[in-house]
């Protein structure tokens, strides 16, 4: 028997031939030599930069002052807060924060304050009544 493909002589019970690598019987014909087809990568589309929303600067300003003034803190991030209703900025959670910890702040601030002064008055009273 001869192999079709390549002309040279096979083995009659040879499946495929030894010189070509083609299937000796029915219809499917497949090849060592060439590799099954991989489907060809698609090109990648350029990496699009992403739109960044434009954040509200009082915001940043109010959650920076609340740290070391917090009383400027507050009110610029209290401001940043109104503007980002109608703006349509991004910054919320950080004129939010301005807002909380500001707070927060001049809370300690107060009870700390209330609580020195009554150590004052209670020193005072007190240093009277040994004089």
Known sequence: ???RYCGKELNDKAVVCP???ILTHGEEVFSKAKAPEQPKAQPQPAAQPVPHEKTNV???????LCFFVSLAGLICSAIALKQLKTSGESGKGLA???VIISSISIGIV?????FYTYILVVFIACAGVFV
Request: glycine share 14%; net charge neutral.
């Open 19 to 21: 010189n070509c690598g």
């Open 96 to 98: 939010l924060a301005g």
């Open 58 to 64: 009082l915001a940043i300003v109010g959650f920076i």
């Open 110 to 114: 107060i009870i700390l304050a209330l």
């Open 1 to 3: 028997m001869f192999c």
